[in-house]
Nanobody, 116 residues
Framework: QVQLVESGGGLVQPGVSLRLSCAAS????????MNWYRQAPGQERELMAG????????NYADAVKGRFTISRDNAKRTVYLQMNSLKPEDTAVYYC?????????WGQGTQVTVSS
């Protein structure tokens, strides 16, 4: 059974950092590209960061480039999203995604709220 379980979200003030984690099970983690998406209220789900299965090549949305860092630990079957200098506009539900060919798996999401 495929599972992606996100953790690490919460309510924080602007300017602080958070690290999200996504623990994977039930599929060959190291052979999947891993992504973090987010969805704000009333908005579509958007890709924020991705990391390839081979070589760990990363890509970022312009909105988070230079502030967010995606990484993966294949031994722990976990992907991370380090989020620095958080802004109120980063408030959203953050989703972990695993993709390989036609396989496309999603976690349940974790809420991140940035507010003073």
């Amino acid at each position: 059974q495929v599972q992606l379980v996100e953790s690490g979200g919460g309510l924080v003030q602007p300017g602080v950092s958070l690290r999200l984690s996504c623990a994977a099970s039930g599929f060959s983690f190291r052979s999947y590209a891993m992504n973090w998406y987010r969805q704000a209220p009333g908005q579509e789900r958007e890709l924020m960061a991705g990391i390839s299965s081979i070589g760990g090549i990363t890509n970022y949305a312009d909105a988070v480039k230079g502030r967010f860092t995606i990484s993966r630990d294949n031994a722990k079957r976990t992907v991370y999203l380090q989020m620095n200098s958080l802004k109120p506009e980063d408030t959203a539900v953050y989703y972990c995604n695993a993709r390989r060919g036609s396989d496309n798996y999603w976690g349940q999401g974790t809420q991140v709220t940035v507010s003073s």
